[in-house]
């Protein structure tokens, strides 16, 4: 599975962004998907996770104002991101795994996408 992550900038606190996930290869439906981000000096972490019913996680920081959505027949995977803070500023990753079921956890993906920025100023 090869994954195009896009749709990153700089928004002001606040503000809101969509960031897409274009996934090629094998079939899209049999993979779980998930978002997590990485900020400068910390560790990756997860964000948000959709099986491949549409069943979704989102991690407690991010709750209600982030929400992770799929469409498997255009085999691309979204994170609306709304009322946006300087602490969500990151590199924000979209990954696949081996499963249907999501993993709350960056350890359960066998596939990653490069990467795309997100900068909030205050």
């Known amino acids: 599975v090869q994954l195009q992550a896009s749709g990153g900038g700089l928004v002001q606190a606040g503000g809101s962004l969509r960031l897409s996930c274009a996934a090629s290869?094998?079939?899209?439906?049999?993979?779980?998907m998930g978002w997590f981000r990485q900020a400068p000096g910390k560790e990756r972490e997860f964000v948000a996770a959709i099986s491949w019913t549409a069943i979704t996680r989102h991690a407690d920081p991010v709750k209600g104002r982030f929400t992770i959505s799929r469409d498997n027949d255009k085999k691309m995977v979204f994170l609306q991101m709304n009322s946006l803070k300087p602490e969500d500023t990151a590199v924000y990753y979209c990954?696949?795994?081996?499963?249907?079921?999501?993993?709350?956890?960056?350890?359960?993906?066998?596939?990653w996408g490069q990467g795309t920025q997100v900068t909030v100023s205050s």
């Open positions: 990954a696949a795994r081996d499963s249907r079921s999501y993993y709350p956890d960056s350890n359960g993906y066998e596939y």
């Open positions: 290869g094998r079939a899209f439906s049999d993979h779980a």
